[in-house]
């Protein structure tokens, strides 16, 4: 007998006991049923979870396990034109890593102390590296890139002293003997946040290594390769759980490229063209290929690099000499009288005035109510169109460009490639100006006159061209009508197996339509400027007959002048055999600011290049074969 | 049928050993996860938590054996005082007891510790089914009722006080299931259910609010805000005592139902506010990531996206024991103790997991056979609280695993590592177990008088 069943009886109210046993065994199977429905509940809910939801979780813990981890794919190099002389390259350098889940707190400090004297760094700077967030945790935090060997050679042997530190090779872009190709080859930097946006699309991620200028940022996508992925797994605190990682893909190289420049002639006119801010280009004419390309001041991208890198490219960037601008493609200036070239070919291809047709030149031309001087105040007395363009007889030309007219002369400088882009292979160039009529109207709300003709006859006023659309102009004069797209990469080669992936075939960027005769009489007017014109006391090069055009422009500083010189070389005077040395041919094209002590030097450093090129010197020994002239010219001693 | 009428003392030994093959079963699955909980990514065993499970269940079933032998009417002799033993303990642990996760819930010198609020649960359950069987059918009185909430609310409040609400709030459902078996009146439980649902509802309402709706409480700030609700506790007050004179001057039923009605929300209101000014930070997260986890997933939600993950991911038949890799991998926490069923969900899948939940089934099946069908009422109010008791661990730690039920550090039974856990739940299996023994010995006439 229950208990329960007994108190029955004297219970409350009326309840017999058959009730309360009733009420009993209603309340169990209640309880009974609860406790039934509670576990179909949960077995039903682990239905949901484990079956019909199963695969979203075993995506999830797998996802959260998984880190991906990319191998950075080594850069491509960056040769010369030989491709033997390499002028970029990777060096092997170490990123020192610290496992902060690794060492105790209570070794932390003294650990870091260690490492900041031996490193030879602030303390603090370390220890910010490895915030108390993330102590615990087994992913290697970097602590420092671009380590010494011989440093990481120390740590490796003492390791005992240095719990939780490890290292992982971290490839650095090195560039050897660059000089003044700095601004050809460019250098490298990590990607910011704004070319992030622009580039995710291509494939970049955070922390990727992004060429910045010069070929390095042109040819990126060549040299950049294909960074390899590797999945790892981890645990709750980072720390890699299994050692064989898998390789996902595997880095693929960057592509090498090779330039067309020549690095002993690059060297030739790097020291042609000294300490003096300017530049100089030394141009293949025949295919457009740039043989040398300097601007002056120039800059170390090693600098850049390791310990107060960061600084000394901030010094760089504010030095009012602007080092980083590649003068040679990223300035234009007045051509002044290397614009002749153009005026007379002009003047002869239209037979504006017969080929001897004589000017009187009393050192004076006045036009409207203003007068336009010569360069040589008593003037060149009767001058024909080869003797004005030897003697850069201003007279003759502001005449003859009367005559012509703002548009004609507008005509031929766009045919000879100026005021537009030459679409060389390096970022960042300007196009120069050819002003009109209708641009002097619109933007400067002023009709063109008279004098403006006047000025642009002997390349001043609006006009500006860049170094190398002068190189150009030369170009089209030495190759008979055709202008090749300039360029300075000769090809590119596959970065394991060497073999050439693609070429850079000459590609003309303005063919002119003005006849073979004009350009042989253009080109005896310049041989005239270096045989007997304004370039003949200082073109003394007797290695190669040069022909070319010297030009001075004023800045409105006192006794300071732009010194142009252009030429091409050899000048043959039969045209038959001007074809067989047509490859050999270079155009020089030197541009030396007026900011420098007025030297004349533009022409002088085109001499001295001309002369080690041909004569196969060193520009040591072209001085001291050409001398007196360089006795006391200043030499950059290498 | 749940009542086995007459004479078959041979089916009810053989159901008993269900009750133990069901324990042992359990015994057996927990070592082995508290085994692979220990094992690391890389195959080692860094824990020797594994072993030690397996000395507890080994004592543990000594104790098991002593509780199911000795006659149980001895125990409730001894009630009163292991009770007021308890809440001494109780009280000391609270004062001088070990912090382990935010909690005074150990007492112990070094390495060894116990957990007095798990024994302490036994101890509660022996005296209110002893309080219970002495006054019969007098639960139905209100006075009576109130006594025996009493004798539950001492334990809850020291261990509260600890704090652990979660093991604060077993003592809800065992008190519950023991009153209905006794024949409690049902307004006075639903009173109760009524009042306990309100208050939490009240207290955690603002923080809720605060925290995931981003608005204003609306008309419950009359119950919640501080500012207001003084004054409407100040009106149900007068309500409730105006009802209380009107019920003792005519007399009428609906001023009865007012009082009822009036006292519950007065109660709830005043234990919802004393809730809300005194839940800690990480109290209130725990219910705010109970509705959405991925809040702070890092942080307060961590462990149940991550045992929610581990279960899911387990599939059909799981990855294989010692191949999960939530658990291996240390993603998640406490897999030992409380997230245990996680890493069984992982590691044998929807089938494990339905093996442990019929396992736990068939334990508690058989213990509602066992005290329905027991020879007296004593014996009848311990196996409800003790059916009770497995019932709410199983479900509640089951569903947290789920992520369906809020985080409470509510240990599984036989499968969780833990000694005090553990033994608690052997003693009572034991108890269960001495029940039905009692019963077949009654029944077969060879054995002692009951009273």
Known sequence: MSGLRRHAGRGGGGSSAGEVQRRLRARVTGLAVGFGGAFLLLAGYMFFLQVVRGFEFRTRASDVARRELTVPAP???????????????????????IVPGEVSAAQLPALLDRLAELLNVDHTELAARVPPSQRHLFQPIELRSAVDFSKIAYIAEHLDQFPGITWHSEPIREYHEIGSLAHVVGYVGDISREELQVLFNEGYAVGATLGKSGVEKALDAQLRGVDGLRQRTVDVRERTVSERSTTVRPPEAGNDVVLTIDRELQRVAEQALGQRVGSAIVLEPSTGAILAMVSYPWFDANSFVGDGGGAEFRRLSLDPSFPFINRAIQSAYPPASTFKIIMTAAVFGEETLAADHEIDCHGTFEFGDRVFNDWLPEGHGPTDLPNALAHSCDIFYYQAGVRLGVDTIGQYARDFGFGAATGLDLPGEVSGFVPTREWKASVRNVSWVGGDTVNLSIGQGFVTATPLQVANMAAMVANGGVIYRPHVVREVRHGSTGQIVATTEPEPLHVSTIDAETFEFVRDAMRLVITDGTANVVLTTDAVDVAGKTGTSEVGIEDRFHSWFVAYGPYVDDHDAAVDVAGDTIVVAVMVEAVNEWEWWAPKAANLIFQAHFARQSVLEAVAYLRPWYQSAVLVAD | MLRSDGPQAGRVRSLDFSLLAATVALLIVGVLFVYSSGVASDGTVVSNEWLKQILWGASGLGLLAIFAVTNHQRFKAYTPYVYVATLVLLLFTALIGRPVNGARS???????????????????????????????????????????????????????????LGTALVYAPIFLTMTLVAGARPRHLMFVVTVGLLTVFLGVLPAVQQQILGHEPGLWRLLTDPSISRYTLLVLAGVVALSGLGFRVF??????WMIYGGSVLLLAAAGGMGIASRLQDYQIMRLVIFIDPWIDPRGAGWNIIQSVT????????????????????????????????????EEWGFLGGIFVLLLFAALIGRGVVIFYSARDDFATFVGAGIVAMFFFHAFVNMGMAMGIMPITGIPLPFLSYGGSSLWTGMIGVGLLANIGLARARGRTGGGAQLR
Not at chain 2, 251 to 256: I, L, V
């Open chain 2, 310 to 345: 581990a279960v899911g991911a387990g599939g059909f038949s799981g990855a294989g024991f010692l191949e999960g890799t939530q658990s291996h991998l240390r993603y998640l926490p406490q897999q030992s103790t409380d997230f245990i069923f996680s890493i069984i969900g």
């Open chain 2, 106 to 164: 150990w007492l112990g010198i070094g390495e060894l510790g116990i957990q007095p609020s798990e024994f302490a649960k036994v101890a509660t359950i022996l005296v209110l089914a002893a309080y219970l069987s002495e006054i019969g059918n007098g639960i139905r009185e209100l006075p009576r009722f109130l006594l025996a909430l009493g004798l539950v609310a001492a334990p809850v409040v020291l261990i509260a006080l600890q704090p652990d």
């Open chain 1, 75 to 97: 850069r491509g190099r960056i040769y010369d034109r030989t491709y033997q002389r390499t002028l970029a390259t990777n060096r092997d350098s170490f990123a020192l890593d």
């Open chain 2, 251 to 256: 007399g009428r039923r609906y001023y009865y």
